[in-house]
Nanobody
Framework: QGQMVESGGGLVQTGGSLTLSCAAS???????VGWFRQAPGKERVFVAS????????FYANSVKGRFTISKDKDKMMVYLQMNSLQPEDTAVYYC????????????????????????WGQGARVTVSS
């Protein structure tokens, strides 16, 4: 197993768009990938997740309708397309994966239970200017 690698962060104006990429080192035995973010002075929270195994995708209410998570299994890449960005979206965005442990894997992915995620990347900083 290896660390995930995020890319694509940057500075964008309010209402703008940005796409983050997450490179995984392996897919075998891994159930899915989640995106999380940590705003200045706040705890890291779940943003979105996607399964390697099924079409399932999940989103936090705060980004639903604005962000889209997608995957390229052959390239072992997961993307986060972020539209209509707002200043409150400013944060460091992290991706991590979760193992396929059978029962519970889907729930873990659905709620973005951070203790169940591994191989955290270094993060990509996104700044939305007002």
């Amino acid at each position: 197993q290896g660390q995930m690698v995020e890319s694509g962060g940057g500075l964008v104006q309010t209402g703008g768009s940005l796409t983050l990429s997450c490179a995984a080192s392996q897919r075998l035995g891994r159930y899915g990938v989640g995106w999380f973010r940590q705003a200045p002075g706040k705890e890291r929270v779940f943003v979105a997740s996607i399964s390697w195994i099924s079409p399932d995708t999940f989103y936090a209410n705060s980004v639903k309708g604005r962000f889209t998570i997608s995957k390229d299994k052959d390239k072992m890449m997961v993307y986060l397309q972020m539209n209509s960005l707002q200043p409150e979206d400013t944060a460091v965005y992290y991706c991590a994966d979760t193992p396929d442990t059978g029962l519970g894997s889907s729930l873990r992915l659905r709620v973005g239970a951070q203790p169940g995620f591994e191989n955290w990347g270094q993060g990509a900083r996104v700044t939305v200017s007002s």
